[in-house]
């Protein structure tokens, strides 16, 4: 380890800290340069630098200051906004940044292509020590990780046509989430024939199918796009899984909301949300009474779910929603149903929407009205375009590019691909090569999907081994509780315990320790060595494990780790054991960190 350590330290050591750690980085981040520099190996610390609090943001003067409420407004009456909230959670590790939002370059082109071509031709704000190949950038924003399969199809379809492929799931054959499927066959039971088939006492192993299933799509599925976009939305309208009670219905709404709608409108999904009995359990809504509201789920329905603390509703409109949505409840079945002797009657009003609200019987009717109105309101529709700039392009996305996805929403009534198709579309995309880090989860995957891992002997047994190890990390798929999801950006992930985390999780892979998978033969990564030289099986492995060349004073570095000169004359791809430990290393390093 000793050694290990000063290779990779010497690695950056004459290095200047790039401008590209200050995209999405609070500002004291930059008052500890020197610190970083010393820390950093290949770049990989600055993917995991101790990330700055809310309060410590607040204290050093940021902008959020200056957008409190007037002193002396009465809490009662203001909104969340005006009482000094955060926009929402991950905006309290971004609020800090300052700047212009300003990546480089913007605006809106013909095609994904064009757009990829025309970015090319501007400086970006913030370097990266990424390639900007444009369709290695596609693939980190857009698969769970790169491998040299999508590479090659990429290049032989076109970004374009790819793209399309993607876009369009039920025609792309995919028999990795088949076999996945497969594997999970009680995963396409509805409530109903789960609590006639699998006993109470067993019905918790089906929620932690669920999280190893999750894990093996995002590794095999062919349409990563689609899965990238089902993790998306599961975050959006989180509900932990395993979910306390919810071992009958918690795999039917990943399956018939989440699943179902991930390329359909937001709309459609929100309302099956509002209808599901997963949702009435982890909100408290089915123990809501007109005699004993429960406000939880109407507050995160506008809160969490749809106009967010910026579109500007108040308490009021909290106590409206929560009335509204009683009467949606849970049967001693498990399903959903609604029950008019719980609604609540009585005129209501809620972001500009009112009703008369006269009749229990007509309760559920009012309620999907209010959803509907709720999921096309414009404050909605720039909240989600938010958070899907924030997954797609950086932690603190150009408002530009915000307002052209909102647009897009709200001119297609919330419908995903149109908004998906804008934002390929667009400059801004292209332009934030490098501007992402990888969550712990999105590590292991993608280290799991370049390393060649695939499904084995006891499938089951290396999904539950990684699903353990995704946990560890505190990212286990599914699993995050308040209903918030879980943070995408940088500074929510980093510690030095999700590095060491990762640097475990790359040596396990590369070593084959997940046993039941089946594993690329070590010399496979570096048939590329077409020298025989050191040198060149340098070239080869950075090339087939990070997609690009590495730099001089790094190369040299590892040239010292192996104790070899770079004209050195290689014949044995495992380099007597040393690959054990190298490959490691490179994934590592930021080139495997960012996406």
């Keep these: 380890m000793a050694d290990r350590r000063a290779v990779m330290m010497r690695a950056l050591r004459q290095q200047k800290a790039p401008r590209w750690l200050g995209a999405g980085r609070p500002a004291l981040h930059r008052l500890i340069?020197?610190?970083?520099?010393?820390?950093?190996?290949?770049?990989?610390?600055?993917?995991?630098?101790?990330?700055?609090?809310?309060?410590?943001?607040?204290?050093?003067?940021?902008?959020?200051?200056?957008?409190?409420?007037?002193?002396g407004t009465s809490g009662a009456n203001q909104t969340p906004r005006e009482a000094g909230s955060y926009s929402n959670r991950d905006a309290s590790y971004t609020q800090g940044v300052g700047g212009d939002g300003d990546l480089g370059a913007g605006g809106l082109a013909d095609t994904p292509t064009a757009a990829?071509?025309?970015?090319?031709?501007?400086?970006?704000?913030?370097?990266?020590?990424l390639t900007?190949?444009?369709?290695?950038?596609?693939?980190?924003?857009?698969?769970?990780?790169?491998?040299?399969?999508?590479?090659?199809?990429?290049?032989?379809?076109?970004i374009d046509a790819w793209l399309d492929r993607q876009l369009d799931p039920e025609k792309l054959p995919d028999p990795g989430g088949d076999q996945v499927a497969a594997l999970y066959p009680r995963l396409g039971l509805d409530i109903k024939q789960l609590r006639g088939s699998v006993p109470d006492n067993k019905r918790n192993e089906v929620q932690m199918e669920l999280g190893q299933a999750t894990i093996g799509r995002q590794a095999w599925s062919?349409?990563?796009?689609?899965?990238?976009?089902?993790?998306?939305?599961?975050?959006?309208?989180n509900i932990q899984n395993p979910l306390e009670g919810g071992a009958d219905s918690r795999p039917d709404y990943d399956r018939t909301v989440i699943r179902k709608h991930a390329f359909g409108k937001f709309s459609d999904m929100l309302l099956a949300s509002a209808r599901h009995p997963a949702m009435m359990r982890y909100l408290d809504n089915a123990a809501s009474d007109r005699r004993a509201v429960n406000e939880n789920y109407g507050r995160e329905l506008?809160?969490?779910?749809?106009?967010?603390?910026d579109g500007g509703y108040g308490e009021s409109d909290?106590?409206?929603?929560?009335?509204?949505?009683?009467?949606?409840?849970?049967?001693?079945?498990?399903?959903?149903?609604?029950?008019?002797?719980?609604?609540?009657?009585?005129?209501v009003t809620v972001m500009g929407w009112s009703h008369p609200n006269?009749?229990?019987?007509?309760?559920?009717?009012?309620?999907?009205?209010?959803?509907?109105?709720?999921?096309?309101?414009?404050?909605?529709?720039?909240?989600?375009?938010?958070?899907?700039?924030?997954r797609f392009v950086c932690d603190s996305p150009p408002a530009p590019l915000v307002d052209r996805l909102a647009q897009t929403y709200l001119d297609n009534g919330s419908a995903v691909v149109p908004m998906l198709r804008v934002l390929f579309r667009?400059?801004?995309?292209?332009?934030?090569?490098?501007?992402?880090?990888?969550?712990?989860?999105?590590?292991?995957?993608?280290?799991?999907?370049?390393?060649?891992?695939?499904?084995?002997?006891?499938?089951?047994?290396?999904?539950?081994?990684l699903y353990a190890t995704a946990d560890r990390l505190g990212h286990a798929p599914l699993a995050w509780a308040p209903p918030d999801g879980y943070p995408d950006v940088a500074g929510a992930w980093q510690s030095a315990h999700g590095m060491l985390g990762a640097w475990n999780v790359h040596r396990a892979l590369v070593s084959g320790k997940v046993k039941g998978a089946t594993y690329a033969a070590p010399e496979q990564l570096v048939a590329g060595n077409k020298t025989g030289t050191a040198a060149g099986y340098l070239d080869a492995l950075s090339q087939r494990l990070v997609f690009q060349p590495l730099t001089q004073p790094q190369k040299d570095a590892l040239l010292q780790f192996l104790g070899m000169p770079g004209d050195a004359r290689v014949s044995d791809p495992k380099l007597g054991g040393k690959l054990d430990s190298l490959a490691p290393l490179l994934l590592d390093s930021v080139y495997h960190g960012l996406r």
């Design 302 to 309: 506008l809160e969490l779910h749809t106009v967010g603390i």
């Design 33 to 71: 340069r020197s610190r970083r520099q010393a820390l950093m190996t290949f770049g990989s610390s600055a993917v995991v630098l101790a990330g700055l609090s809310s309060t410590a943001a607040v204290m050093l003067g940021g902008e959020h200051d200056d957008e409190r409420g007037p002193e």
């Design 426 to 465: 667009s400059l801004e995309f292209w332009i934030a090569t490098g501007l992402k880090t990888r969550r712990p989860l999105e590590n292991l995957v993608a280290t799991a999907r370049v390393l060649g891992v695939t499904p084995g002997g006891d499938t089951d047994k290396a999904l539950e081994t």
């Design 318 to 347: 909290v106590r409206n929603a929560a009335y509204v949505l009683t009467g949606r409840t849970i049967s001693r079945d498990g399903e959903f149903v609604y029950d008019p002797k719980r609604h609540y009657s009585g005129a």
């Design 132 to 158: 900007r190949d444009p369709v290695l950038h596609l693939l980190r924003r857009t698969t769970f990780g790169v491998t040299p399969q999508d590479v090659a199809d990429v290049r032989q379809l076109g």
């Design 358 to 390: 006269k009749n229990q019987s007509e309760g559920l009717a009012v309620g999907d009205t209010m959803v509907r109105y709720l999921a096309l309101h414009p404050s909605t529709a720039k909240y989600v375009a938010r958070k899907l700039a924030v």
């Design 116 to 129: 990829a071509q025309a970015a090319l031709g501007f400086e970006p704000k913030f370097s990266t020590p």
């Design 222 to 237: 062919s349409r990563q796009l689609y899965e990238v976009m089902v993790d998306f939305w599961n975050n959006h309208l």
